[in-house]
């Protein structure tokens, strides 16, 4: 008989600041147009005015019926007077301060956070793993939070990074590996017991001088977010979780250029091609057949009630799934939900999706199977299946 293994105890905490999505749009177009007159670039071409961008935005941005608000982690997004910034010095550099800034930042950021990622820990699990796409500093700022706590001989941390939107399947994968690894060494805890703690600050990574459309739609989507959460063998009693029943990624061949997520000398940037939504489409179906195999379920006895918990990397990436699997609107109301509430907060946002399902008993009651899919650079498709005990 195999040994369960559980996801539960998350804890979101949300940035320090958000702006509505009405809001985030307007700094965006006045960032753009500062940009290129501190860039001295001739504007013969187009009019770039805060206005024009703003039109811009409007036309290819994430538009606030989708998106109602962000967070962000950084005072920057909070004023347009460039010259109190910390990395949107415009007047000084036209596209923002160097990625070395913005990494010192982020482990600045991050550590701070940590307080009030682990406020009721008394001591952690013997294995923590740090998930990010957006800030590499080592040692990272969770290894050096743990050694403040006076854990750094009882807890290792593993790093689980550059995976991107996906990258919360294959860190509660392996996850669910060392927690039932613990209950095999030699000191045989009751209980095996893994902290994941996912964070994504992408508004970092922003280049007002970038206007192409593509840019715009990333700019308009991204958000920061931070999330702890827990791979367990044992649930506490009265506790709500996910049983994990089947988990797999696969890499679809030939699609390498079609999603990327790159360090470059001022930012990382992402490149997202239009032939991302037919890629998945060739092979989703299959995918998702193969993690019912792997359940040991007949798919007709398990889509009728199916919940889809998809990581809302857009608007279109929800619809497209939705119409790829013939899903009824209320079953990716959770997704939709997320998106709306936070923006994509990168490998951050599957998890918030998950608390959103399990912080509705009524909608989601035990035994409720979920199917959750995520997608990212590879391109790879990741996914699990789930059973919500309560």
């Known amino acids: 008989m195999h040994t369960a293994v559980y996801l539960s105890d998350f804890n979101i905490v949300r940035p320090r600041y958000e702006k509505s999505q009405e809001d985030a749009l307007a700094w965006l177009a006045h960032a753009h147009a500062a940009a290129e007159v501190f860039a001295g670039r001739p504007s013969g071409r187009e009019d770039l005015s805060a206005d024009f961008l703003r039109k811009l935005l409007n036309r290819f941005g994430c538009s606030p019926d989708r998106i109602a608000r962000r967070g962000h982690e950084l005072a920057d997004f909070t004023h347009t007077d460039w010259s109190k910034m910390e990395i949107f010095r415009l007047h000084e550099q036209a596209p923002g301060l160097s990625m070395e800034v913005r990494q010192r930042i982020f482990d600045e950021l991050v550590f701070a956070k940590c307080e009030e990622l682990f406020s009721s820990e008394q001591q952690f699990s013997s294995d923590l793993i740090h998930v990010s796409c957006t800030g590499y500093v080592s040692p990272s700022p969770l290894q050096r939070f743990v050694v403040e706590r006076g854990f750094a001989s009882k807890t290792r941390v593993t790093h689980a990074y550059h995976m991107g939107c996906y990258a919360a399947l294959p860190a509660s994968r392996t996850a669910a590996a060392l ?5 095999d060494a030699r000191t045989r805890p009751d209980v095996g017991s893994v902290d ?26 991204f958000a920061d977010g931070f999330v702890r959460y827990r791979a367990t063998t044992a649930l506490q009693p009265g506790e709500s979780g996910f049983r994990i029943l089947a988990m797999n990624e696969i890499q679809i061949p030939a699609s390498a250029q079609a999603m990327t997520w790159i360090p470059m000398a001022i930012s990382m940037a992402m490149t997202l091609s239009r032939d991302v939504p037919n890629l998945i489409a060739g092979a989703l179906k299959g995918f998702v057949g ?8 007949q798919p007709q006895d398990v889509l009728p009630n199916l919940v889809y918990a998809v990581h809302p990397g857009g608007p279109k990436i929800i619809d497209h799934v939705q119409t790829l699997l013939e899903i009824a609107d209320d079953k990716v109301q959770a997704s939709r939900n997320t998106l709306k509430n936070y923006g994509n907060m990168s490998s951050a946002t599957l998890p918030h999706v998950w608390q959103e399902i399990l912080s509705n008993p009524v909608q989601y009651p035990c035994g409720t199977k979920v199917l959750s899919l995520a997608f990212g650079p590879g391109l790879t498709i990741a996914g699990a299946l789930f059973e919500v005990v309560r």
């Open 179 to 183: 927690a039932l690894r613990q209950l």
């Open 196 to 221: 994941i703690v996912h964070t994504e600050l992408c508004t970092l990574h922003f280049n007002p001088l970038e206007h192409s459309p593509e840019q715009l739609v990333v700019q308009s989507l």
């Open 290 to 297: 193969d993690l019912f195999d792997e359940a040991g379920f």
